[in-house]
């Protein structure tokens, strides 16, 4: 009986061994080209322009979402989702979504990524809260996401409102599903880039214009 314990013993962890062996895939949101495009204010503002600085509030993402694993949709249509363990992004999903948009509107804009510090208090700065409303991804299909987001310069009151949905067709596979995913996020950091460039025209504006 003992002998057959520790045969059971044995089995079970060289089968625990064999799966803590096997690698994870961690991908990312941040599109290389925003990353490769973000650079200081003065590179790319007309002298005597003043810099613009922008602030991304955490970014409000729907509860299955909060986490590292890819949460796919099944390509049946149905309610399920499947949480994939071996697929991960680099970070949990909302703050990998928070540092891609930051990354990707600064670059667009040329302007100052203050999110995590580094302003002075003195300066105004374009707050930014975004809140991610739907996220679908499905294998071999479609990544489809809607966003709402608002603007807010920390020395006006008003309060721009803006939103957009985005869809990208991808591929079968995991890479594919998170090159999808990148590219809609990388079209809603392009979209939030232009809305704070359009307020920034239009002193008055309330209403988002994209």
């Known amino acids: 009986m003992k002998k057959k314990h520790l045969a059971y013993l044995a089995a079970t962890l060289l089968a625990l061994s064999g799966c803590a062996s096997k690698p994870d895939n961690y991908y990312t949101l941040a599109s ?13 503002t007309p002298p005597g322009t003043a810099p613009i600085y922008i602030e991304l509030a955490p970014v409000a993402v729907p509860e299955r979402l909060a986490r590292p694993q890819m949460v796919v949709r099944r390509p049946d249509g149905g309610v399920q ?7 991960r992004w680099a970070s949990s999903f909302e703050n990998e979504l928070r540092d891609a948009l930051a990354s990707g509107i600064a670059g667009r804009l ?8 580094g302003r002075q208090n003195s300066l105004p700065v374009w707050r930014i809260a975004v809140q991610l409303r739907q ?14 987001w608002t603007l807010r310069r ?9 939103q957009l949905s985005v869809g990208e067709p ?17 079209a809603a950091a392009a979209a939030m ?4 460039s359009a307020a920034s025209a239009n002193p008055s504006a309330t209403a988002c214009a994209i």
Do not use: I, N, W, Y
Not at 81 to 87: F, G, T
Not at 110 to 117: E, I, L, N, R, Y
Not at 170 to 186: F, Y
């Open 110 to 117: 040329g302007a100052f990524d203050v999110t995590k510090g």
């Open 81 to 87: 989702v499947d949480v994939l363990e071996q697929h």
């Open 32 to 44: 290389p080209l925003a990353s490769a495009d973000t650079r200081p204010p003065t590179s790319s």
């Open 135 to 148: 996220f679908d991804a499905v294998d071999g299909s479609r990544v489809d996401a809607s966003f709402t």
């Open 193 to 196: 880039a232009r809305s704070v």
């Open 154 to 162: 920390s020395d006006e009151a008003r309060t721009v409102m803006c």
């Open 170 to 186: 991808v591929g079968s596979g995991m890479d594919a599903l998170a090159q999808g995913a990148q590219r809609v996020t990388s």
